[in-house]
């Protein structure tokens, strides 16, 4: 299929294109060829001519995950804004509001938070009279995960056992693990040992069931919260194992969110020049999202101010831009944290 989107695509042939690129980009994403999948479904969408609107919704779909999975923000947000209007239009309430909560993590990638959470409570708010679906059950456990994100623990778990429970009414197997995940993911923050047990229990499962891209992202987030807790040599094992894990799979956006802490873990643990080579490289590479950005930046500025080397107080000024706009903790403490130290560095206590 791969090679007839390449000839259909030079010779302009919209019907070998509209047949081809579609089952090309399947075929692709189940290997784990996700930058090839994402290709694909480019080609199908720009150059293609699907039969009717469903057929449509389906390519939209397939560009959407892939794009996710790439860090092609652009790309996700419009396929996404695209399937809620198409679902309004067709008065498809509960698919309109799965892609309005969908969105919500377009935004976080740009730490954009406030945008996300107005997200997600519309997405709420209109799948709350509705009768349990698949569709409100994955607006739920969104939610879950965005109250994680926001640190509001206690409250995330309450929303991932909701969501849980109407998965399992439904038989939805891999909604049920996402439950978990995100249950586990806010006990972290809770109890360290409970939610690293489960986690990786979850991770192990996952993987061993071919599901690489969730098992990807539960190492992520044991890896990241470990970070941010200070537990840094469990942090380390875990990102490494998650950037191989995702480089393996193609799983870009992951692993470069692994690479910006995993260099913030080793700057903290005195591996000075390993830490300035990850972000220096992160940092050079074109399209990576905001938060991975972010974290890559602080590894700089603080490795910077540690070794007296110029320039900390710009990388500081720019994460400190990309921040601001976040209003959530997990990424305005560590930047001003970072901000603290270089303040303290040159003996400005009152800046401290």
Same mark, same amino acid.
């Given at each position: 299929a791969?090679r007839r989107v390449?000839?259909a695509?030079?010779?302009g042939?919209t019907a070998?294109?509209?047949?081809?690129?579609p089952?090309?980009?399947?075929?692709?994403a189940?290997?784990?060829?996700?930058?090839?999948?994402?290709?694909?479904w480019?080609?199908a969408?720009r150059q293609?001519?699907?039969?009717?609107?469903a057929e449509?919704?389906r390519?939209?779909?397939?560009?959407?995950v892939e794009?996710?999975?790439?860090? /092609?923000?652009?790309?996700?947000?419009a &396929? #996404?804004? *695209?399937? !809620? =209007?198409? @679902?309004?239009?067709?008065g498809?309430?509960?698919?309109?509001?799965?892609?309005?909560?969908?969105q919500?993590q377009?935004?976080?990638?740009r730490?954009?938070?406030?945008?996300?959470?107005?997200?997600?409570?519309e997405?709420?708010?209109?799948?709350?009279p509705?009768p349990?679906?698949?569709?409100?059950?994955?607006?739920?456990l969104?939610?879950a995960?965005?109250?994680m994100?926001?640190?509001?623990?206690e409250?995330s778990?309450?929303w991932?056992?909701?969501g849980?429970a109407?998965a399992?009414?439904?038989?939805?197997?891999?909604?049920v693990?996402?439950?978990?995940?995100a249950?586990?993911?806010a006990?972290?923050?809770v109890?360290y040992? /409970?939610?690293?047990?489960?986690l990786? &229990? #979850?991770? *192990?499962e !996952? =993987?061993? @069931?071919g599901r690489?891209?969730?098992?990807?992202?539960?190492?992520?987030?044991?890896?990241?919260?470990?970070?941010?807790?200070?537990?840094?040599?469990?942090?380390?094992?875990?990102?490494?194992r998650?950037?191989?894990l995702s480089?393996?799979h193609?799983?870009?956006s992951?692993?470069?969110?692994?690479?910006a802490?995993?260099?913030l873990?080793?700057?903290?643990?005195?591996?000075?020049?390993?830490?300035?080579?990850?972000?220096d490289a992160?940092l050079a590479?074109p399209?990576?999202?905001?938060?991975?950005?972010?974290?890559?930046?602080?590894?700089?500025?603080?490795?910077?101010t540690?070794?007296?080397?110029?320039g900390?107080r710009?990388?500081l000024?720019e994460a400190?831009v990309? &921040?601001g706009?976040?209003?959530?903790l997990q990424r305005?403490a560590?930047?001003?944290?970072?901000?603290?130290?270089a303040?303290?560095?040159?003996?400005d206590?009152a800046?401290?």
């Open positions: 791969a390449h000839h695509a030079r010779a042939d070998a294109i509209s047949l081809y690129a089952l090309a980009a399947t075929e692709a189940e290997r784990g060829a996700h930058r090839e999948a994402l290709a694909h480019r080609v969408l293609g001519a699907p039969a009717d609107d449509r919704k390519w939209l779909e397939g560009l959407a794009a996710a999975i790439g860090d /092609a923000l652009d790309e996700n947000e &396929a #996404l804004d *695209e399937l !809620e =209007r198409q @679902a309004l239009a067709q498809d309430v509960a698919g309109a509001a799965l892609r309005r909560a969908q919500s377009v935004l976080v990638g730490l954009r938070h406030a945008e996300a959470n107005a997200a997600i409570d997405a709420v708010a209109r799948v709350e509705l349990p679906s698949l569709e409100k059950a994955r607006v739920i969104t939610a995960w965005m109250r994100l926001d640190r509001d623990c409250e778990m309450r991932a056992l909701r849980r109407i399992e009414a439904l038989g939805e197997l891999p909604l693990e996402f439950a978990r995940s249950h586990a993911t006990m972290l923050f109890d040992g /409970a939610g690293c047990a489960e990786e &229990a #979850l991770a *192990e !996952e =993987r061993a @069931a690489i891209e969730r098992a990807v992202v539960e190492l992520l987030n044991l890896g990241s919260g470990s970070g941010e807790l200070m537990h840094l040599r469990e942090a380390e094992g875990w990102l490494r998650c950037m191989a480089a393996e193609e799983l870009d992951r692993h470069a969110y692994a690479t802490w995993l260099a873990v080793a700057m903290l643990r005195g591996r000075w020049d390993e830490a300035g080579a990850m972000a992160l590479r399209g990576v999202a905001d938060i991975s950005r972010l974290m890559a930046l602080l590894a700089v500025a603080r490795l910077r540690r070794r007296g080397d110029p900390a710009a990388v000024d400190l990309l &921040a706009p976040s209003s959530t305005i560590p930047t001003r944290a970072a901000r603290a130290e303040a303290f560095a040159s003996g206590l800046t401290v």
